[in-house]
């Protein structure tokens, strides 16, 4: 009897209850990692290094999009800019003949009484807008001296799973996106979805495998139909939180460990409290599984299409 026939023989066809216990088994898998990120998440932002990294935070400034812009044009290195000022009460020393990066800081002025509106009063403490200046900021790279805490996301390294870049952009391609590779609107983010254009757009300088969990985290965004939230106002720490969560069980379940730069991404915009990640389970496990059901079904499918494919 030959091999193949043998083969053929021994085949079972895959019955009903056969695909209820692997749906079964691949929820209590998600509902298990869902579980584990969250339970991380608590002992990350419960930490003495959460907390000293918190207080750090606390002294730098907040920048707007634009002065962002200006950061980022100027030294695109940049992670953590402050103040000369800034630096020394935090124990480092901006080093000589470093050059300043220039930000637009506003002038305001206080309003005096004959400014008033007839019949107002004035308020203490009440300034107005006369315009802006130029300010000079370093980067932590400018400075020497005391470590910073920093419990941020870090980005992953090396190759990611192969043909899993392939098989979620195809997701996305049938939600009607287009998938690109280059340089997104906000200078800070490593991928962004368009629902006005319908595009998709992870940076083009990511390593394959933060390039293929990032394109996760958009395919989550489309999957919990989050276009609308956010068109009618929906909370954007909410929103984050789950797509990052879903972004987390997938890489996970498809054998690429996420949670350096998962865990401390959905702590941050979870503002540290973990009832917010528990609240969203149903909904990000559901989505998780939208998307390794099609991971699945291109298993069972054959090899994948374009091999490693997360280049374009």
């Known amino acids: 009897m030959?091999?193949?026939?043998?083969?053929?023989?021994?085949?079972?066809?895959?019955?009903?209850a056969d695909r209820e216990?692997?749906?079964?088994?691949?929820?209590?898998?998600?509902?298990?990692?869902?579980?584990?990120?969250?339970?991380?998440v608590e002992a990350l932002v419960n930490s003495d290094?959460?907390?000293?990294?918190?207080?750090?935070?606390?002294?730098?400034?907040?920048?707007?999009?634009?002065?962002?812009?200006?950061?980022?044009s100027q030294f695109p290195e940049a992670t953590q800019v402050a103040g000369y000022r800034t630096w020394q009460s935090m124990g480092r020393q901006v080093r000589r003949g470093e050059h300043g990066i220039a930000v637009l800081a506003p002038v305001t002025?206080?309003?005096?009484?004959?400014?008033?509106?007839?019949?107002?009063?004035?308020?203490?403490?009440?300034?107005?807008l006369r315009g802006f200046k130029i300010e000079r900021v370093f980067d932590v790279s400018q400075t020497d001296g005391e470590a910073i805490p920093?419990?941020?996301?870090?980005?992953?390294?090396?190759?990611?799973?192969?043909?899993?870049?392939?098989?979620?952009?195809?997701?996305?391609?049938?939600?009607?996106?287009?998938?690109?590779?280059?340089?997104?609107?906000?200078p800070g983010a490593n991928g962004e979805t368009s629902f006005t254009a319908h595009t998709v757009t992870v940076r083009e300088d990511l390593e394959p495998a933060q390039a293929t969990r990032t394109l996760i985290h958009e395919r989550a965004h489309i999957a919990l139909g989050h276009g609308?939230?956010?068109?009618?106002?929906?909370?954007?720490?909410?929103?984050?939180?789950?797509?990052?969560?879903?972004?987390?069980?997938v890489s996970s379940e498809a054998g690429m460990p996420a949670g350096s730069y998962s865990l401390p991404y959905v702590a941050g915009w979870a503002d540290g409290d973990s009832k917010m990640i528990a609240a969203t389970a149903e909904r990000v496990i559901t989505a998780a599984r939208?998307?390794?059901?099609?991971?699945?079904?291109?298993?069972?499918a054959g090899p994948p299409r374009g091999g490693h494919g997360n280049r374009e």
């Open 2 to 16: 030959s091999a193949t026939s043998t083969r053929n023989r021994r085949k079972r066809p895959v019955t009903a």
């Open 150 to 186: 920093d419990v941020r996301p870090v980005a992953l390294t090396g190759e990611s799973p192969a043909g899993l870049w392939d098989t979620v952009r195809a997701q996305i391609e049938a939600e009607g996106f287009t998938v690109k590779r280059g340089v997104c609107a906000n």
């Open 21 to 40: 216990q692997r749906d079964n088994e691949r929820r209590e898998q998600l509902e298990g990692l869902h579980g584990r990120l969250t339970e991380q």
């Open 290 to 300: 939208t998307i390794t059901d099609a991971l699945s079904a291109d298993d069972e």
């Open 109 to 128: 002025y206080r309003t005096q009484p004959d400014e008033l509106q007839e019949g107002t009063e004035p308020e203490p403490g009440v300034r107005q």
């Open 228 to 249: 609308d939230e956010l068109r009618l106002g929906g909370c954007r720490g909410r929103i984050e939180v789950e797509a990052e969560s879903v972004s987390f069980m």
């Open 49 to 72: 290094e959460w907390r000293a990294m918190l207080t750090a935070a606390a002294r730098f400034h907040r920048y707007s999009f634009r002065n962002v812009c200006l950061i980022v």
